[in-house]
């Protein structure tokens, strides 16, 4: 994740390393989460970005990063999916109870990944086994306010991880068109496009598989 409070207490996102074209000194770049006038994309030495600062005697980092959890469970819970339902809703526009539950009583091994900041539920990836080698990775979704930090990447690297450690050798996934940012998540990560199912009542579904 790639979030930091700087010390005085604005949240900035590190976008990475630069080289300084002159000098080759190390630079780091981040932007700004909350409205500048100034401008949005800032830069300084790296040495400058790590270092601590003296607040009325005391030193304290100038960024700090703020630290994400990754909790997983096999065991999905009614109070694990009450924690992601509000995510689910802010990242589909709506909850349906009946819908989420449903998928249930049709599959039996479930993984679910959650991705926690400061005590909030920020993320999370849910899927399910298909078959003794092949993973399904269902649903996935970050909150608004925390896109754009590499939380998705997280979640998906941890479930990538967990699934070999299980033994399977294929993952698969189906998204639409309007996901382009999970689409283009999925292609970066190795996904390649293996069908469409156009018969979806959702719409059309891309369908992507990746070899574990
Ligand atoms: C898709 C989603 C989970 C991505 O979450 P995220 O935490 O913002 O993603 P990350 O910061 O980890 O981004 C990882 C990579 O995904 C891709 N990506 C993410 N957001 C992107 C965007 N707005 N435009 C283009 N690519 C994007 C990039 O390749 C990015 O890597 P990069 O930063 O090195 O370029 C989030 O946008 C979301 O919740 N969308 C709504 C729900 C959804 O679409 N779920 C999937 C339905 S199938």
Known sequence: MKLYRHYKNKPYTYVGLAKHSETLEDMVIYETRYENALGK?????????FETVDVGGVQIPRF???PMEIVDTTDVTADKIDTVAPIIERSFGQWDAKWFYSKFNDHQKFFLVIAWVQGQAVAFKLGYERT???FHSWLGGVTPEFRGLGIAQDLMNHQHDWCKAQGY???STKTQNRFREMLVLNIKNGFNVVGIDSDSPDGEKILLEKIL
């Open 132 to 134: 003794e080698k092949k």
């Open 41 to 49: 994309v800032w830069v300084r030495p790296k040495t400058m970005f």
């Open 64 to 66: 700090k990063k703020i």
């Open 169 to 171: 050798t294929k993952i």
